[in-house]
T-cell receptor, first 113, second 116 residues
Framework: KQEVTQIPAALSVPEGENLVLNCSFT??????LQWFRQDPGKGLTSLLL?????REQTSGRLNASLDKSSGRSTLYIAASQPGDSATYLC????????????FGQGTILTVHP | GAVVSQHPSRVICKSGTSVKIECRSL??????MFWYRQFPKQSLMLMAT?????????EQGVEKDKFLINHASLTLSTLTVTSAHPEDSSFYIC????????????FGSGTQLSVL
């Protein structure tokens, strides 16, 4: 059974700082690894999707890496802004169905001015 | 981008009543939709996979007679929590896979269910 863990559970940083969120998974037979953002009381916004054959994906100030052999993924946020404050979730898609996601518990990020 | 509408966003009901949650793909067709729930301070957990025109596939430990899923069209899936009890209070969220599309999933905004 896949288990996904995110560290740290919460992170508070000053504006402008670069930061890294960590995600680990126990079963390397994944279809893809996704990072989402969740704002309070709202749904999920997909940030980055890394295929199992890929090593990283970039979108703007976000960069996500994937190391299947070690069961790890990181989300790097450059030059953080207060608007980045949210809960960040990583999710591993099952080996045969990309729709069945196993989520981590999330990292609550607060970026203060 | 593709939009998934989930309704209602919040519902409070008495124990024993049934609650229906709708998940609609507004500008695309979704052969498959997924239902998740999230208890406070816990991860989102997949409950079931909903396929248009066929029976839903439930994850282990999820009671199919309690959580009725209907996916009658390519744009609508519903989750009905039957005879709701306080322990069913949770955040329910759906996601939709665009038919013929790539792996990206689109999520609804979620429904916060509180059973008194």
């Amino acid at each position: 059974k896949q288990e996904v863990t995110q560290i740290p559970a919460a992170l508070s940083v000053p504006e402008g700082e670069n930061l890294v969120l960590n995600c680990s998974f126990t079963d390397s037979a994944i279809y893809n690894l996704q990072w989402f953002r969740q704002d309070p009381g709202k749904g999920l916004t997909s940030l980055l999707l890394i295929q199992s054959s890929q090593r990283e994906q970039t979108s703007g100030r976000l960069n996500a890496s994937l190391d299947k052999s070690s069961g790890r993924s990181t989300l790097y946020i450059a030059a953080s802004q207060p608007g980045d404050s949210a809960t960040y979730l990583c999710a591993a898609a099952g080996g045969t169905s990309y729709g069945k996601l196993t989520f981590g518990q999330g990292t609550i990020l607060t970026v203060h001015p | 981008g593709a939009v998934v509408s989930q309704h209602p966003s919040r519902v409070i009901c008495k124990s024993g009543t049934s609650v229906k949650i709708e998940c609609r793909s507004l500008d695309f067709q979704a052969t498959t939709m997924f239902w998740y729930r999230q208890f406070p301070k816990q991860s989102l957990m997949l409950m079931a996979t909903s396929n248009e025109g066929s029976k839903a596939t439930y994850e282990q430990g999820v009671e199919k007679d309690k959580f009725l899923i209907n996916h009658a069209s390519l744009t609508l899936s519903t989750l009905t929590v039957t005879s709701a009890h306080p322990e069913d209070s949770s955040f329910y969220i759906c996601s939709a896979r665009q038919t013929g599309g790539r792996e990206k999933l689109f999520f609804g905004s979620g429904t916060q269910l509180s059973v008194l």
